[in-house]
């Protein structure tokens, strides 16, 4: 049986497809064409539904789909200047009740709140609001998700953990550690080099956040899970030893 896994983004839709077993077959992507107006960054909707059309497409034409799952969740965004320059390091703040109305409305799986945190890399350290945050985690009873994640404070890391933050996303600086490995190495290198070199700077810069995100959690933390420390220790160590292969 092949499973299909959609992800409708905020600036593209793609589709991983893989088996029963785990195991990745294939995998679509579309970007959406934005439309800039009147200093507006604008996302026609039927432009997400054609790029949702086009990767079950061009998916089936190379494996066939047993079942499908969408996962969905609100995300807030950065301004940018007419040269995709920061303005600001966050349009909003999410605002607690809003974000309690917009869970209930939707039905979103998971809430990416804006606290502080952006895409990209920071221009300076991100100041993150964590009475905002808990505010939203109290009137919320999903999950709630980090954007941004790369450059943050482990010590941030931790207390957004704590007060609901449950996925974190990271590549920014990932992606920079690979590319200041590559830049390192001398200029007579074959490819191999270049990609062993990269690999090895990622995975390192990788585990690094995943020790981060496995330190002692709180209680709460605990409790919502329902996984020990002794349990998150056994995961954190399985992740690395697959990393580090």
């Known amino acids: 049986m092949i499973i299909g896994g959609l992800d409708?983004?905020?600036?593209?839709?793609?589709?991983?497809?893989?088996d029963d077993?785990?195991?990745?077959?294939?995998?679509?992507?579309?970007?959406?064409e934005v439309s800039?107006?009147?200093?507006?960054h604008e996302i026609d909707a039927a432009v997400i539904f054609d790029a949702v059309c086009h990767v079950i497409k061009d998916t089936a034409k190379h494996c066939e789909?047993?079942?499908?799952?969408?996962?969905?969740f609100g995300e807030t965004f950065t301004v940018l200047d007419e040269k995709d320059n920061v303005l600001l390091p966050s349009m909003l703040y999410t605002d607690p009740d809003d974000a309690k109305d917009f869970a209930e409305k939707t039905g979103i799986d998971a809430l990416a709140c804006a606290f502080g945190t952006a895409h990209g890399l920071y221009t300076k350290a991100p100041k993150?609001?964590?009475?905002?945050l808990k505010k939203i985690g109290q009137m919320v009873s999903i999950p709630l998700v980090m954007h941004g994640g790369s450059g943050v404070n482990p010590a941030d890391y931790m207390k957004s953990?704590?007060?609901?933050?449950?996925?974190?996303?990271?590549?920014?600086?990932?992606?920079?550690?690979?590319?200041?490995?590559?830049?390192?190495?001398?200029k007579d290198m074959l490819y191999y080099d270049i990609?062993?070199?990269?690999?090895?700077?990622?995975?390192?810069?990788?585990?690094?956040?995943?020790?981060?995100?496995?330190?002692?959690?709180?209680?709460?933390?605990?409790?919502?899970t329902g996984a020990s420390n002794e349990?998150?220790?056994?995961?954190?160590?399985?992740?690395l030893e697959t990393i580090n292969k």
């Open 231 to 239: 349990d998150v220790d056994a995961i954190v160590k399985r992740v």
């Open 65 to 72: 789909l047993s079942a499908l799952g969408v996962t969905t």
């Open 21 to 32: 077993k785990g195991n990745f077959i294939y995998n679509s992507y579309k970007e959406y």
């Open 195 to 224: 990609e062993l070199a990269a690999t090895a700077a990622m995975k390192e810069d990788a585990s690094k956040s995943i020790g981060f995100f496995s330190m002692p959690q709180s209680p709460e933390y605990a409790q919502y």
């Open 161 to 186: 953990i704590e007060l609901g933050i449950r996925k974190i996303n990271c590549y920014t600086y990932m992606a920079k550690a690979g590319g200041a490995a590559v830049d390192a190495l001398k």
């Open 8 to 18: 409708v983004g905020t600036t593209g839709c793609k589709l991983t497809a893989y």
């Open 128 to 132: 993150l609001d964590f009475d905002r």
């Open 36 to 40: 800039r107006k009147c200093g507006e």
